[in-house]
């Protein structure tokens, strides 16, 4: 029988991590109290400053919740540096739910601008992941249309990038970039073979499983798709 007191507080931080993420669980089924998890929080709160930044991220992305539950306290949490870990596109995926709960201030996130704009022309999957929220920065007021604007080349020429995972997934992604107003159907006009190359690809339909896409996401561009 797992002994969850015991993985709560566990040396190894992903056993801890693992406790932690489980704990509605552990509410619900009476095996750990809430007042149980307030008396161990520092357990939890140890991990936002790990020395290993994958660790502090998992954790960070438990912090809006366990606030929310009254777990932790906005207070706690301000001890703590987040602003460190926004070098990661993995970090600014949590940016939004951090503010919204109060964990972190916007201010200090908008001094980190640069940070993301990096990442906007970054690898190919930070531009990727960067991308897929670039409304949600922009509506935090982190950026703004501008650096939207100098940036769009960057996303666009992963067209030509080899990967074929990359450019299936980048298609869906300006589709959605479409729908929402980021980008428009004229600035696609140079790459109109290459996407076409990608939805003819013999594993077109085996990625739409793999990734569970909806090829009627990409009528926003004018593909219709009809999969088998």
Do not use: C
């Not at 366990?66 to 990661?88: C, E, H, M, P, W």
């Not at 428009?184 to 109109?192: M, T, W």
């Amino acid at each position: 029988m797992v002994d969850y007191l015991a993985l709560l507080s566990s040396q190894n931080p992903y056993d801890r991590l693992d406790g932690w993420f489980k704990i509605d669980w552990l509410i619900q089924n009476n095996i750990v109290t809430k007042e149980k998890l307030i008396e161990m929080k520092d357990k939890f709160l140890n991990l936002l400053s790990y020395n290993d930044d994958t660790v502090k991220l998992h954790a960070w992305r438990m912090v809006p919740q366990l606030i929310n539950k009254g777990i932790i306290t906005v207070k706690d949490v301000k001890k703590y540096d987040f602003l460190s870990l926004l070098y990661d596109s993995e970090a600014w995926l949590l940016v939004k739910d951090l503010v919204n709960s109060g964990a972190i201030d916007i201010e200090s996130v908008k001094k980190e601008k640069e940070k993301y704009i990096a990442l906007l022309k970054g690898n190919e999957l930070d531009r990727i992941a960067s991308w897929s929220l670039i409304l949600d920065i922009v509506n935090l007021g982190i950026i703004d249309k501008n650096d939207v604007e100098n940036n769009k080349k960057y996303l666009l020429e992963l067209f030509n990038f080899p990967a074929y995972d990359i450019r299936f997934n980048l298609l869906f992604l300006v589709a959605e970039l479409i729908s929402k107003g980021v980008l428009s159907p004229k600035e696609l006009e140079p790459y109109e073979k290459k996407i076409e190359e990608i939805v003819k690809d013999k594993d077109f339909n085996q990625f739409v499983k793999i990734y569970e896409k909806d090829p009627r996401e990409l009528e926003s561009i004018g593909i219709h798709v009809f999969n088998s």
